[in-house]
């Protein structure tokens, strides 16, 4: 049974930083892309970083800059590392992956707020 499951939200002040985690069981993350994606209240979810097996990253323009995605295969977990955070950044954060045939997996999304 696959499960990702994230950790590392939290209430920080404007201009601070956080760092996420999604760890794996049931499955290798080291040949997949693997996604974290926010949803704020009244939003849709929204993309927020990407990396492939190879170590290529993207990010949407609203993070561009202040996020990182990385990961860790020997760990079987991936990473957000967000600095210079908004409150506008404030929202549940969510790790995926999707798996040919099995399809798309999830964790169970973290709350992050930005606040002072």
């Known amino acids: 049974q696959v499960q990702l499951v994230e950790s590392g939200g939290g209430l920080v002040q404007p201009g601070g930083s956080l760092r996420l985690s999604c760890a794996a069981s049931?499955?290798?993350?080291?040949?997949?892309?693997l996604r974290w994606y926010r949803q704020a209240p009244g939003n849709q979810r929204e993309l927020v970083a990407t990396i492939t097996s190879g170590g290529g990253t993207n990010y949407s323009d609203s993070v561009k800059g202040r996020f990182t995605i990385s990961r860790e295969n020997a760990k079987n977990t991936f990473y957000l590392q967000m600095s210079s955070l908004k409150p506008e950044d404030t929202a549940v954060y969510y790790c995926n992956t999707y798996l040919p045939i099995r399809g798309s997996f999830w964790g169970q999304g973290t709350q992050v707020t930005v606040s002072s």
């Open positions: 049931g499955i290798s993350l080291s040949s997949f892309v």
